[in-house]
């Protein structure tokens, strides 16, 4: 009778620790990201996750930015309270979007009726490139949260929410269209044809309000910066992102991730698949994935081939995941619970380990969750302007860093202008211009040559450092 209460009081407190599993594996991660936040002073890149951050900094001051389509609309909405607080505020906001999108992907796994679906979360914050993008100030965390908050409202049957979240995908980022016409093929299979015209709701909604910024309700579609046919970066090889995805996965959930592949496939086959697991997670995963090869390898669309657009549909790659894990110990070992238990174990550790290791698909603690050298650098030139010129000029430059290391008005023509050849003929009397050899030359084709050869300059400061390979150069000239 003793022993019975002292098993059932057991049993009750392992199935106590198994539900609330997740919360402590969520505790381990808000620790790891305050930690992140308060020793690691990086942004996650130099370019675009800085004038990300720089639109919703300064939407307040400059209305229409609301409604910049590269900036993308919704993004600028929600991270701009945050950004008021400078950068460590947008990484507050996409640290916890992150949250948000491993508990929402937990509780997805478990809607699939996946079996350790908490693995999936450790999936996510172990996969090295979303954890040190997630620092950042890009757009492809907060996608990332929209997509599977949506896939878990429509597994609850919550269509008219989920279509409605669906809906604002693209102006997250572009490529919500791809995500929105699965989810259109999705209710279409279900025969929810009601719900079909709620997939229009964003569009509209941000037609009629920027209608008032632009006089143009066709402004969604006219405006979208990556509607051409070419890109200036050029093109790649058909399988870049296949042999990079390990980029941002790591090598143990790269291996899973196509043993959960090759176990959608099987399963196809066998007709033993549910329609959310092929459509919404299998199909939204291939078409997205497929789209950003092919932009890549024609040349259109503006892609650069940057991998990590990739993190946009990270909780789709580790629920695909999660069925490669299944596979590869419940499925195998199914029989054999010792063995299973210990494949688990090894699979798991392997995963916690990975992003701490020098493999080059790790995280470079030192490298890539500090200042990268070229904003060193530009720290230092801010540093001699604010010291011996001041900012009571006008500005003329390309890099956005300058604008956060300066303190200026990225937007504000009076404070700061674009370094352009078109702009360099409207430079006046006491203006400063920065230039430095990656932004000024490959966005604006403005050598410093040009610059060094204009008698109309003078130069006043020459910064010259290297990182690896590199070559970083920063020239400060004064208008005559």
Avoid: C
């Avoid at 494949?343 to 493999?359: C, D, E, H, K, V």
């Avoid at 500005?395 to 504000?412: E, G, Q, R």
Wanted: hydrophobic share 50%; proline share 3%.
């Amino acid at each position: 009778m003793g022993m019975g209460k002292h098993q059932a009081s057991e049993t009750g407190l392992k199935d106590i620790a198994k539900k609330n599993f997740i919360f402590i594996i969520l505790s381990f991660y808000v620790i790891a990201a305050v930690f992140t936040i308060l020793f690691f002073n990086g942004t996650g890149g130099d370019g675009d996750s800085i004038l990300h951050f720089l639109f919703a900094k300064f939407a307040f001051q400059h209305p229409e930015l609301f409604f910049n389509h590269w900036a993308k609309p919704i993004y600028v909405l929600l991270v701009s309270p945050f950004a008021q607080f400078g950068f460590t505020g947008v990484k507050v906001f996409n640290s916890t979007a992150s949250l948000f999108t491993i508990f929402f992907t937990y509780k997805t796994a478990q809607k699939l009726n996946l079996k350790n679906a908490t693995v999936s979360a450790i999936i996510l914050i172990f996969s090295p490139l979303y954890f040190v993008l997630t620092f950042s100030g890009l757009t492809e965390p907060l996608f990332a949260l929209f997509v599977i908050i949506s896939l878990y409202l429509t597994l609850k049957h919550k269509y008219i929410s989920a279509s409605i979240i669906v809906s604002f995908l693209p102006f997250v980022r572009s490529e919500g269209l791809i995500i929105l016409g699965i989810f259109g093929l999705y209710f279409l299979w279900k025969k929810q044809w009601k719900i079909l015209p709620l997939l229009l709701v964003g569009h509209i909604v941000y037609s009629i309000t920027g209608f008032f910024v632009y006089h143009d309700f066709l402004w969604i579609f006219d405006r979208i910066p990556y509607a051409r046919l070419s890109s200036t970066y050029g093109s790649g090889k058909p399988f870049h992102f296949v042999t990079n995805l390990i980029t941002i996965t790591g090598v143990p959930i790269y291996i899973l991730f196509w043993f959960g592949f090759v176990s959608i496939i099987i399963k196809l086959i066998k007709k033993k698949i549910s329609s959310e697991i092929f459509i919404l997670v299998f199909l939204g995963f291939l078409s997205f994935f497929i789209a950003h090869s092919l932009f890549w390898y024609l040349g259109i669309f503006n892609s650069m081939g940057l991998i990590r657009v990739m993190i946009s549909i990270i909780p789709l790659v580790a629920i695909i995941s999660l069925l490669g894990f299944d596979l590869l110990t419940e499925n195998i070992f199914r029989n054999n619970k010792s063995v299973k238990l210990v494949a688990q174990g090894i699979f798991i550790t392997y995963i916690l380990i990975f992003p701490f290791t020098s493999n080059p698909s790790a995280i470079h603690w030192k490298s890539e969750m500090n200042l990268s050298v070229d904003q060193q650098a530009v720290n230092e030139v801010a540093s001699y302007i604010q010291k011996n010129l001041g900012t009571n000029h006008r500005f003329v430059y390309a890099h956005p860093y300058l604008s956060k290391a300066l303190n200026i008005d990225h937007f504000d023509v009076n404070k700061r202008i674009e370094l352009t050849k078109d702009y360099m003929k409207k430079t006046k009397q006491g203006d400063i211009i920065i230039w430095e050899n990656w932004f000024a030359v490959v966005e604006q084709d403005i050598s410093k040559k040009s610059l060094d050869d204009n008698a109309g300059l003078t130069k006043l400061f020459h910064l010259n450092t290297t990182d690896k390979n590199r070559k970083i150069i920063y020239s400060v000239y004064k208008r005559k």
